[in-house]
């Protein structure tokens, strides 16, 4: 049971009435246990207003976008585009074609380290990562050193889990030519400060990419106040359909950076011997986009911002912080990374025993589901000296009682697992 000092500060709650946006939240699952989904971090879910707007772009609008003139084309190419102008506001762009659609973070950042990195990066220079990083921002940049004989540095991080500022001069110079940095980590929480990290990039002379896969769906951002120059995003993290995800990048820099991938749509004129590009944003939108996925994003922006950024972000951090009190009262459980005031909506953490991959299956069996692994973070748990944790991510769906009933499920788990303490009865023969 709950401490009594253990409480939560209901003011900051979203109504529960929310829950009822969110047809997959309604069902129980092994045995009639209502459904508590905790991996909001891996894969969020999606309102009725999403899945009904890409359910009508399949049942009214569906075309290819920017190449018929009959109505079906003209329709989805209006609503493809509107949803391009709602992740502009969204992400406070300068301009829409600054954002272009691709098929999630991923897809993003490789084709800034292909695209740029190719065109920017050479023997000698550096590329700045830290241990923290998800694979997706680290492995596209060690294909980038290992294609131009370029450096990987990092940035250490506290013995809490944060970016080690006071040392980030012993790592960024003349020769930095990015920095690629999380915003919030998928496995501490930690939370970023990219203002400062892209000033300080700029100073340097580099530029500065932002994985926003875990930020987007719960921070307000304006990359213009950051002063960032490329960001990343996943639809299916913040509400929205999967394969579709957003590139960010200052006008300047995608106008010199040349087409990553080539074929229809990213072409202004094509010869049997050469071709010229098209322009922003179709430069970087080859072949058939992701429409439906898309449009789908859009209502996704729509109903995010409807609620508002930052009373999703009271509303996770106030059931993080009860989540990160009642689970420090449990005997063995370490939860990684900083303290509540510097993390987002997620907590990690690790038990002597059982295994994380145990945990993860002993509390499916009451109805919750978590992430338990490396995350993709993998350097990081090397790191750390742990092969796996459990990780609980929290969203605008989620609730106390949902916390309550994971630290339950957690505390008894514990007790399965600890020893009775009895002592072994000496026989008669034995001294």
């Known amino acids: 049971m709950p401490l009594a000092e253990t409480t939560i500060d209901t003011s900051a ?21 209502p459904l508590v989904f905790l991996d909001s971090a891996a894969s969020s879910q999606r ?12 049942e009214r609008d569906y075309a290819n976008v920017h190449r018929g003139i009959h109505v079906l084309s003209e329709r989805a190419s209006d609503a493809y585009e509107l949803a391009r102008g ?7 762009a300068k301009y829409d074609h600054e954002c272009i659609f691709t098929g999630g973070t991923t897809a993003s950042i490789n084709a800034v380290a292909r695209s740029w990195g190719d065109a920017n990066v050479a023997a000698g220079d550096e590329i700045l990562l830290n241990p923290m990083e998800h694979h997706s921002n680290l492995v596209p940049w060690f294909q980038l050193a290992e294609r131009t004989d370029a450096t990987i540095k990092h940035i250490p991080l506290t013995d809490d889990g944060r970016l080690d500022l006071d040392r980030l001069d012993e790592v960024l110079s003349e020769r930095t030519k990015i920095l690629a940095v999380t915003q919030v980590s998928n496995t501490l929480g930690t939370v970023n400060p990219i203002a400062e990290l892209a000033a300080r990039a700029h100073d340097a002379g580099a530029v ?7 930020s987007a769906p719960h921070l307000a951002i304006d990359v ?21 995800g957003v590139l960010y990048g200052k006008q300047d820099l995608l106008d010199t950076m040349p087409p990553f991938m080539g074929g229809g749509s990213m072409i202004g004129n ?24 898309a449009i789908g994003l859009g209502a996704a922006v729509d109903y995010l911002t409807e609620i508002g950024l930052d009373r999703i972000a009271a509303h996770e951090h106030a059931l993080m912080e ?32 059982p295994h994380a991959h145990d945990i993860a299956q002993l509390v499916d069996r009451h109805g919750i589901a978590v992430r338990a692994g490396h995350h993709c973070t993998q350097p990081l748990h090397d790191l750390l000296g742990i092969t796996a944790s459990t990780r609980a991510s929290f969203y605008l769906y989620n609730t106390p009682g949902e916390v309550d009933t994971l630290v339950d499920a957690i505390s008894q ?11 072994r009865r000496r026989k008669p023969d034995e001294a």
């Open 208 to 214: 500065i990419l932002i994985d926003a896969a875990q």
């Open 413 to 423: 788990i514990v007790s399965m697992f600890k020893p009775s303490g009895r002592k």
């Open 13 to 33: 709650l979203l109504p529960e009435s929310l829950r009822d946006d969110f047809p997959i939240l309604q069902q129980t699952v092994h045995g009639e246990r």
């Open 322 to 353: 009860y989540a990160y009190a009642r689970l420090s009262e449990i005997e063995g459980l370490k939860i990684l990374g900083p303290a509540p005031e510097h993390r987002a909506g997620l907590v990690s953490f690790v038990l002597d025993q």
């Open 224 to 244: 213009q106040q950051l002063d960032v120059d490329f960001l990343a995003l996943s639809g299916h993290k913040m509400c929205g359909p999967s394969g579709v």
């Open 47 to 58: 309102p009725r207003q999403v899945i009904d707007a890409v359910t009508e772009v399949y």
């Open 270 to 293: 094509v010869a049997l011997d050469g071709f010229t590009s098209a322009g922003l944003p179709a430069k970087f939108e080859a072949g058939t986009p992701p429409i439906a996925q």
């Open 86 to 92: 709602k992740v502009q506001k969204f992400l406070g």
